[in-house]
C-alpha cells in the first residue's frame, strides 16, 4: 500500500464523522446552545452569532477596576534570580485563562495591541491572544509622531493575513513513536487533539516525538498532520500533510540530517515553556548539559580518532554552540534588573508560536555590511557574524532580529554615502531620531530601502528602525544584538561558551 493511501485511510476513520457534521452545519466540538443558561429562546449575547472570527483589543494600562479580571502590580524585582522568580512569568489569576478556552470554544481569536507606559502583567493578558491563536503587539512609551507607522503596518498585516478559523488538527504516526508534545497558540483538552481558534500564516505548532519501539528501516516512519478550519469565507475544509521519514540504524545517519534551526525552535520552546515551573538556573542547566550530550555522543560513536583538546562538531551542527549560546543569553533565561518583567513575558510569547525561520533570526540576528553595496544588484550583502570584531569605523552595518533594525554607522562613514543615504554632509548633521530613511533620488539610497523592504516582508511583525552612531549612548542597545560577544550584563561570549562545553563533553566522555 502506498504511503498516501495509508495515511489517508487513517483520516477518513478519524475525521468522517467530524466532516459530516460540518457539511450538515452543526459546530464541531462545540455545544449547540447559542444562549446563556439564563436567557429566553431568541435572546443573543456575544456568542449567539455562531460564527467564528477574530476580536482586536487595543490597551494602555494595568486593569484595576473592580471586576473579574483587576490585577495588580507584581513587577517585584526581589524576585529575580531567586526560585520564585518563574512567578513573574504566571499569570496572577485563572481569569485570563477561563476566558481563553471559553474563547476557542466559540472559535474568536484574539489578537491584543498594547501600548504600555508602565507595567501592565503581559504574563497574565497576553494569555488569551496566546491560547486563542491570535498576537500581541508591544510597543512601549508610545509616540504618535515617532511610533504610529509601525503600529499601522502591524494592523493592517495583521487584518490582510492568510487565516483559519475554528481549527481542530491531530497527529498521527506509525508504530515505533508518538508526538508527546505541542507548543504555539493552541489550546488541548486532551493529549491528542490540538484546538486552535485561529491558525494564521506567520504562526507555527512545534510537536515533539519520542521514539518507543523499534522503527523498521524498510518501511521508515510515517507522520500525518490533519488540519479541519473554517476558511474566512466560511467554507468548512480539511488540510493534510503527509511525512514519510527514513529510518537508519546508524546514528552518523541521524547527525548527518540534523536540522539546527530546527533544533534551536525546539529547544528555545521546550525551554520557554519550562520557565513557568522551573528555576531559570536548572533551565539553563540543563541546556547546557543537552548540548554537551549531543556532541559528547556524536565523538563517542561517529567521529574519528582525535585529540582530547580539540572539538569535534558534526558538519550538519557547526552552529549548534553558538544558536545554544545566543538562547542562553536571552533575557527570558538570562535574569537582568533593567529589563522589564513585561518585556521578558513579550519575548517569551512570541517566541511560543514563531516559525524556525523566525525563531532562527531572532536568537541569531541578520548583520549586513551596507558600505559593500553593489547598487546594480538585487542581491544582499553577504551577511557577516554578529560580533564587535566584524564592524569598522569606515563601515555602515544594517541589524535585523525580525522585531527591531538598526543601521549602525562608524564615526569614519564614507560622506558620499552618509549624503547617499541621508541627503546630509556630513556624520554629524544625520538625525538619529528618524524612523524611516529618507527617499533621496540615487541608486545608493533606492537599493538600501529596497533591502530593507526585502527583509521586512519576509517577517510577521513590523520591524522598528533605530539609527546608531558610533559611540554615543544608544550603541548600548545595538551591542545587545551583537550575540557572539560576551554580554553587556551577562551571558558568555561564543568563544567562552565552547570552552565550557568541550569541558563539559570532556568530562562525559571520561
Keep these: 500500500m502506498k504511503v498516501n493511501e495509508y495515511l489517508d485511510g487513517l483520516t477518513v476513520n478519524y475525521l468522517g464523522e467530524r466532516l459530516t457534521r460540518a457539511h450538515q452545519g452543526v ?56 526560585d520564585k522568580e ?110 486552535m481558534a485561529a491558525i494564521d500564516c506567520d504562526k507555527a505548532v512545534t510537536v515533539e516525538f519520542k521514539h518507543d519501539d523499534k522503527l523498521a528501516e524498510d518501511s521508515g516512519a510515517l507522520i500525518q498532520c490533519a488540519v479541519l478550519y473554517t476558511t474566512i469565507g466560511g467554507q ?71 585529540a582530547a583538546s580539540q572539538l569535534i562538531l558534526p ?8 544558536y545554544m549560546n545566543c538562547l542562553l543569553k536571552n533575557c527570558v533565561l538570562l535574569s537582568r534588573p533593567e529589563i522589564s518583567t513585561d518585556e521578558r513575558a513579550y519575548q517569551r510569547q512570541l517566541v511560543m508560536t514563531m516559525g524556525v525561520a523566525d525563531s532562527q533570526l531572532f536568537f541569531y540576528p541578520q548583520l549586513l555590511p551596507i558600505h559593500t553595496l553593489d547598487v546594480k544588484s538585487t542581491a544582499l550583502p553577504t551577511a557577516i557574524r554578529c560580533s564587535e570584531s566584524r564592524l569598522s569605523e569606515e563601515g555602515i552595518f544594517l541589524l535585523a532580529n525580525g522585531l527591531n533594525m538598526f543601521l549602525w554607522l562608524g564615526v569614519s562613514s564614507p560622506p558620499e554615502l552618509i549624503q547617499g543615504i541621508f541627503n546630509v554632509p556630513s556624520f554629524a548633521h544625520i538625525n538619529t531620531d528618524m524612523k524611516t530613511l529618507p527617499e533621496v533620488g ?48 551577562g551571558g558568555s561570549s561564543y568563544v567562552d561558551f565552547l570552552c565550557c562545553v568541550h569541558k563539559e563533553i570532556c568530562q562525559l566522555l571520561n
Excluded at 491570535?134 to 515617532?146: I, R, W
Excluded at 541546556?287 to 567521529?303: D, E, I, P, S
Design 86 to 195: 518563574k512567578i513573574l512569568f504566571q499569570p496572577q489569576t485563572n481569569v485570563y485563562d477561563s476566558l481563553a478556552k471559553d474563547c476557542v470554544a466559540h472559535g474568536c481569536c484574539v489578537t491584543l495591541f498594547l501600548f504600555p507606559s508602565q507595567y501592565v502583567d503581559v504574563a497574565s493578558l497576553g494569555l488569551v491572544p496566546q491560547l486563542t491563536g491570535g498576537t500581541l503587539y508591544k510597543y512601549n512609551n508610545f509616540q504618535m509622531h515617532m511610533d504610529s507607522q509601525q503600529f499601522l503596518n502591524d494592523l493592517r498585516n495583521d487584518i490582510e493575513k492568510k487565516i483559519g478559523f475554528d481549527a481542530i488538527m491531530r497527529i498521527r504516526t506509525s508504530t515505533g513513536f508518538r508526538a508527546t508534545d505541542f507548543f504555539g497558540g493552541i489550546f488541548m483538552n486532551n493529549t491528542t487533539d490540538v484546538e
Design 442 to 489: 540615487n541608486p545608493y539610497s533606492q537599493t538600501l530601502r529596497m533591502i530593507m523592504s526585502i527583509i521586512q516582508q519576509k517577517r510577521p511583525y513590523s520591524m522598528k528602525l533605530t539609527i546608531v552612531k558610533q559611540r554615543e549612548q544608544p550603541e548600548m542597545v545595538f551591542r545587545q544584538f551583537l550575540v557572539e560577544d560576551k554580554g553587556l550584563y
Design 27 to 82: 459546530p464541531l466540538n462545540r455545544s449547540l446552545r447559542t444562549t446563556a443558561p439564563d436567557q429566553e429562546e431568541g435572546e443573543t449575547d456575544s456568542r449567539a452569532a455562531d460564527c467564528p472570527g477574530k476580536l482586536f483589543i487595543f490597551h494602555s494600562s494595568l486593569p484595576t477596576a473592580e471586576a473579574p479580571g483587576k490585577l495588580k502590580n507584581r513587577d517585584d524585582k526581589k524576585l529575580i534570580n531567586t
Design 236 to 306: 468548512r475544509r480539511l488540510r493534510i500533510h503527509n511525512l514519510s521519514l527514513n529510518c537508519s540504524s546508524q546514528l552518523a545517519d541521524l547527525y548527518k540530517s540534523c536540522e539546527t534551526d530546527a533544533l534551536l525552535n525546539f529547544f528555545a520552546k521546550s525551554a520557554f515553556k519550562a520557565v513557568l515551573h522551573q528555576p531559570l538556573k536548572v533551565i539553563r542547566e540543563i541546556l547546557v548539559n543537552q548540548t554537551a550530550h549531543m556532541l559528547a555522543c556524536y565523538r563517542k560513536n561517529c567521529a574519528s580518532p582525535s
Design 315 to 322: 558538519d550538519s551542527m557547526k552552529v549548534l554552540p553558538v
